[in-house]
């Protein structure tokens, strides 16, 4: 409080004793308890309404500390427990942890991390997967513009994610705690194999396969790769301490229609501490047809390689980039591409009418729309000469196949002349077409079918920026890939509605997401929201049964069945108003990622501590890392000096109070008879 109030509070109390004094004491005959009670009633009255009148402000200074945050982070994956570093790692996480020296230096915050970052709650090494990149990433959006150090105990193998050693912080210290048996033990490993999971029959397909090497003497082993009792391929590889990884590629035949489950081997005479990364299974489903894709342009855009790419990502794709004068027989093809179609494509129109091939029709700049209003019968076209930009909205009512909104609403627009599209045909509408964030009420990509044969239309040109737009957003093509094969999928097949359709892969990996989505349509073919879709999942071998619902999500329904052990399987999906029913299988193939490793990657941590100044130090040197954290004079607390103000007294209660002492004088005066 300033001079000034406290001033006005010593005249208030003046003021009331005097009024107080002179109503009840001055010329008093007797000063009995009652007359002095009342005196001081009224004394407490009167200085109450004078204090919430001066309303006195306390001000209130305190120090507030503010202590430099320790993460300290735990690997929960199970190759920990592989390492048979289990026991280690929990005993470091508790010292550093409970440290009461660290708890005065710093704001001590514990974490872990599998594929995902997460308080460290339950630590149980039971992880599927390694993914410390994702621990750099969170560290960053939890401390933003913050100096801080890191400890991160982990055996260092990472199974998903970005390169964790570029993704920290360069300018906040990481000390990695190696847990694990740092000495190098002979191994060999099959590192990676790719191979694509469909092969058309009587081709041959590719198998890439990266081999490692960790040992101190040169050895020769022998890899193969084996269906059943059959041996595919089988070649000697030589390793030396200088020559530690392979490449190999192989050529298999694709020789029978079906799932082909196949095993890599690699082997030598030498005895391995792990010898479960020398055999990896996998699978390939061959099949016996592949469609043909006729891409056909009379001009040249970056739009034409885009989608070509897209189709192709899926093996069982092949895109022709061609002019209609160079189509010998629409019959090769199964589908159509029509890009910007002009007089040009008067031939491939006539001829289409009787081959009845499905197409989808791309507008843009350069298209003759009043050919195109002669040459089909979905749309009608009244276009102008000037250019328009339309931004994409997503249809959630769209039944025709399954397909998430993947951030259409947030993709570049699409070029295409300003004018009015009326559907004239039944059309089914995926992207609806807004200019400015006002819905012109006009579709951007529609599907219509009539009579057995299907059409798609995309008004407007330009989807080649989509595509790098999704690249950019998720460092992926794969959402924007799957959007547009989904839609040669709906073109490629002629087949009628189901009222069941199911969407299933034919193998997984053990440790991956099952997912399996159903889609189920009423009578009219539009999706019903109120099925009551059931799952019943059997495994071959043990007979086992389990039940699951699948829960609806905007456009499908889903269910995801992880944790199924390694083995073949048949499910069945019921509806359970219409009793339809769908029937399948699939595999799940032994494979466990975090078994790969026999060592801690102790080169990359060590490398991720020397881009962040830091330093990497091994289990049994935990109290020399807590005594270099408590000796690095840059993380030091910092005091913050917080001032409150506050009324002296809350002015609520004061005014309860003076009810109170006005209420009791006027009772005692009028007991007393002084009224």
Known sequence: MNTTTILLLLVSILIAAGLSFYQYLYKAKSKSKVTLLLAFLRFFS?????????????TRKTIETVKTPLPIVIDNSASIKDLKANNSAMEVFKKLSENSDLANKFEVQTYQFDSDFLPSDTIDFKGTQSNIDVVAKNLKNIYKNTNYPTVLISDGNQTSGEDYVFGFNPDNKVYPLVVGDTMTYLDLRISQLNVNKYAFHKNKYPVEVFLNYSGTKSINATFKISQGNSVLNEQTVSFSPSKKSATLNVLLPADKVGIQILKATLSSKEQEKNTYN????????VIDQKTEVALISTISHPDLGAIKRAIESNAQRKVTIIKPNQVSSLLNYNVLILYQPN??????FDQNKNARINSWIITGNDTDYTFLNQNQDNFTFKMSGSKEDYLASFDTQFNLFALDNFGFEQFPPLENPFGTITETGNVNVLLSSTIRNIATNQPLLAFAENQGKRNAYLFGENIWKWRANTYVDKKSFADFDIFLDKTIQYLASNNSKKSLVVNHERFYNSGEGIEITAQYFNKNYELDEKARLTISVTNKKTKQVK???????????K??????SAGNYTFTVKELNSNSVYSSGFEVL???????????????????ANQTKGKAFLANQTDVLIKQLLADESYKAIQKTLVKKSPLIDWVWLLVL????????WFIRKYNGLL
């Open 559 to 564: 269910v995801n069945l992880d944790g199924l």
């Open 46 to 58: 009167i200085f109450g309404l004078l204090l919430l009148l001066i309303n006195p402000i306390i």
């Open 658 to 665: 003076i009810a109170i002492s006005l209420g009791t004088e």
């Open 278 to 285: 020398n055999t990896k299974n996998f699978a390939v489903e």
């Open 547 to 557: 039940n699951y619902d699948l829960l609806r999500t905007s456009n499908a329904f």
């Open 343 to 348: 007089a040009e494509f008067k031939a491939i």
């Open 590 to 608: 032994d494979f466990n990622i975090e078994k790969q490793f026999v060592n801690p990657d102790w080169n990359k941590l060590n490398q991720l």
